[in-house]
């Protein structure tokens, strides 16, 4: 495999992760598809993983609980 | 790769800072402390506050966020906290967490390994109000970094784990006239949630 040209496969590839991120669904398969991109093209490395990382925020909630009383 | 686990424990403020001074401390458990969550029992509890006299304040209470596993990934950053829902009628009501050494904005408290603290404040064992210096909770997500990790640092090394912990010291500040009663989680009208957002690679 010719892993430093940029393919459209690539290229559909970024393109899907904008897509799925945007509608803020299926990251794990998109993270996937990132992986996937950054093993096989190193030359996108930089890019990709800025793409990767700003798609791969998980949001985390806690309860707290407080008695207020006069 | 999977997305990390993490955890929230509150920590009780008593503790020595011998006791938290090297991050395998601070990610082991700890004496005393608690599961923090979602769901009843869960809660990262600030007691209660009379008001009867007046405006009052909770006593000083302490957050730890920490990776459990890592999922494959090698970094985690960007770490915002914020106050996501809150039933609180009045204005004067406010959540402060700790703030940057020169009180400028939100951030986290370091440890006695960390050695100078320029984005964080370190932690003193039983904390008053005057101890650090404060700024109030965001009420949305602050869009930005808004809490340092232990490290003094905005990202943590993830790669092996237990990593490191963010810190947040808090207390609450009750206004005069507040309603009174249980505010706790998603209740209607005693709404009282936080969340903790990063980002991970």
């Known amino acids: 495999m010719n892993k430093l040209t940029l393919t459209n496969k690539t290229t559909a590839a970024i393109t899907l992760l904008g897509v799925y991120f945007a509608a803020g669904e299926s990251k794990e398969l998109s993270r996937d598809l990132a992986d996937l991109i950054l093993r096989n093209y190193p030359d996108k490395v930089q890019v990709l993983n800025r793409i990767k990382k700003d798609l791969c925020a998980f949001n985390k909630q806690f309860d707290s609980s407080m008695g207020v009383f006069k | 790769m999977a997305a990390p686990t993490t955890q929230f424990r509150n920590i009780p403020i008593s503790t020595a800072e011998t006791d938290l001074n090297t991050k395998t401390k601070r990610t082991s458990a700890i004496s005393g402390e608690s599961s923090v969550s979602t769901g009843a029992g869960n ?159």
């Open chain 2, 43 to 201: 809660e990262w509890d600030f007691g209660t506050v009379d008001i009867s006299g007046g405006a009052n304040q909770s006593a000083v209470k302490m957050l730890f966020w920490n990776i459990t596993a890592n999922g494959g990934n090698t970094t985690a950053d960007n770490f915002k906290i914020w106050l996501s829902s809150s039933g609180f009628d009045q204005a004067g009501t406010t959540l402060y967490m700790s703030s940057f050494g020169d009180g400028s904005t939100n951030s986290g408290l370091s440890f006695g390994d960390v050695g100078t603290n320029n984005d964080t404040q370190e932690y003193v064992a039983n904390a008053t109000l005057g101890t650090y210096n404060w700024t109030a909770f965001y009420e949305s997500d602050p869009g930005a970094l808004n809490v340092f990790c232990a490290e003094d640092d905005n990202s943590l090394d993830i790669s092996t784990v237990p990593s490191d912990v963010v810190a947040v010291a808090a207390y609450l500040n009750v206004a005069d006239n507040e309603t009174t009663g249980t505010y706790k989680g998603t209740d209607t009208g005693y709404e009282f949630q936080g969340s903790f957002k990063f980002d991970y690679s």
